[in-house]
């Protein structure tokens, strides 16, 4: 399907559709077309809702060929259970799966009490906060101070919900500025809970209308109920130059204990790097895995691996070069970009990781509408990453059933060899233009 002109410059083009009738178009995908490890994978994350063994061993016989281990929520000695039980799963299964490991990196996290339960998956102690639109609150980073509606205290900067393990290397970085020094009078933030859904009432936006030492004051711009382990992030305008994304520790001092840890006592496929704002993060990163004899581990840069934050998507083309693969963050991008850019940003990703041959996945898809799960798959995607969908969700297999049977649908009429030959004239249309005349 060529490309067609649009007056005024500039090309638009429309998917690449095999040539079938409409009573083929809405039959249903068959069993047998949804293959393990066929077309678009299904990234799933190990939590509560699935870490036991029969679960995970339906989720491999579903046709799960990843598995997403987040250093964000849980103890190391929990995530090295969920790597057993994996690891007796693809046993019992005779199937294989990828492991992840997805590291906290920049995060900014409301500090609360917190109680484990049986399995040892921490849990938190207090009640829900709710804060009122107009209500002013301030964010402290004081050890002692208690959560509340008029108070909400961070773990700052690069601090663990964990105690370090001593003897881990870490990676060389300048001192964090001061919590304070990140954010400006003027700034908007967004807090809310860590693999959300889209739930409304769940998140709180606040303009910051005073820096103080050690402290910040918030007007809520919306009325909010918190829970959940909350994380407080920056809403970046288009002219600003992040000098406070950039100061923040790449890695944990926890994130480092258990790459080097869970990475000696199981094979890890990929690290995901969350709030990877360049490609020196990228070298950082590569040099601490090789330093481990973690040389075979690949990078994914986080759309937060890269490329979850505004800061990146400057630095995009470096960073798609250098990683081995891109995760688009579509929650957190969604707090830089205004929703209209949203879509077209998505679709100018995948493309230009397709014409790389970089595997690029995106998340946040199970609550906004089944045909953003196709539409991706037809953008070029490569993975679809379930969050909170399996982490917590009440019905993780038949979510990953739902999802690839949408991938799957999508798959099924799509002229690749079409799409590749656009792709591939594209590219070669950029790389003529770049070059001197």
């Not at 799933?44 to 990843?66: E, M, Y």
């Not at 009640?127 to 961070?154: C, G, Y």
Request: glycine share 8%; proline share 5%; net charge negative.
């Amino acid at each position: 399907m060529p490309l067609r002109n649009i007056p005024g410059g500039g090309k638009a083009k429309a998917h690449v559709f095999l040539d079938v009738e409409m009573e083929e178009v809405v039959r249903p995908a068959a069993g047998h077309e949804l293959r393990a490890g066929w077309g678009s994978k299904v990234v799933i994350t190990i939590g509560p809702s699935c870490q036991d063994v029969a679960t995970l061993v339906r989720l491999l016989r579903t046709g799960v060929t990843c598995a997403r281990v987040d250093l964000s929520w849980g103890t190391k000695e929990y995530h090295q259970r969920s790597l057993r039980n994996l690891a007796e799963a693809m046993q019992q299964t005779r199937l294989l799966w990828s492991v992840w490991l997805d590291t906290t990196g920049r995060e900014v996290v409301v500090r609360r009490p917190i109680e484990y339960d049986a399995s040892g998956w921490p849990r938190q102690q207090d009640q829900r906060i709710t804060v009122e639109k107009d209500q002013v609150f301030k964010i402290t980073t004081d050890p002692t101070a208690t959560a509340s509606p008029s108070l909400l205290p961070v773990n700052y900067p690069g601090e663990s919900l964990r105690p370090p393990a001593a003897g881990c290397p870490v990676l060389p970085s300048t001192p964090s500025p001061p919590f304070h020094e990140i954010v400006e009078v003027g700034q908007q933030l967004q807090i809310g809970r860590y693999l959300s859904t889209g739930t409304e009432g769940m998140s709180l936006y606040a303009d910051v209308v005073d820096v103080g030492e050690g402290e910040v004051t918030c007007v809520a711009l919306s009325s909010a109920v918190l829970d959940g382990l909350l994380t407080v992030m920056v809403c970046h305008t288009e002219d600003e130059e992040f000098r406070g994304d950039f100061g923040l520790p790449l890695l944990t001092e926890f994130d480092v204990d258990c790459i080097k840890s869970l990475g000696s006592q199981f094979e890890v496929d990929f690290v995901n790097l969350s709030y990877c704002n360049s490609v020196d993060d990228l070298y950082s990163a590569r040099a601490l895995l090789d330093s481990l004899g973690m040389a075979q581990t690949k990078i994914i840069a986080k759309a937060s691996g890269g490329i979850e934050r505004k800061a990146a998507i400057r630095n995009f083309e470096a960073i798609a070069h250098v990683a081995d693969g891109i995760m688009i963050s579509r929650g957190n991008l969604g707090l830089d970009f205004e929703p209209e850019v949203m879509a077209l940003l998505q679709k100018r990703i995948v493309s230009r990781c397709n014409q790389l041959g970089k595997p690029v996945h995106i998340t946040r898809i199970v609550d906004t509408m089944a045909t953003d799960v196709a539409n991706a798959v037809l953008d070029g995607v490569d993975g679809l990453l379930l969050g909170a969908e399996t982490l917590r969700g009440e019905y993780p297999v038949e979510t990953v059933e739902t999802v690839l049977k949408l991938a799957a649908a999508a798959e099924k009429h799509f002229d690749y060899h079409t799409h590749h030959e656009m792709l591939m004239g594209e590219a070669y249309e950029a790389s003529r233009l770049r070059q001197p005349a």
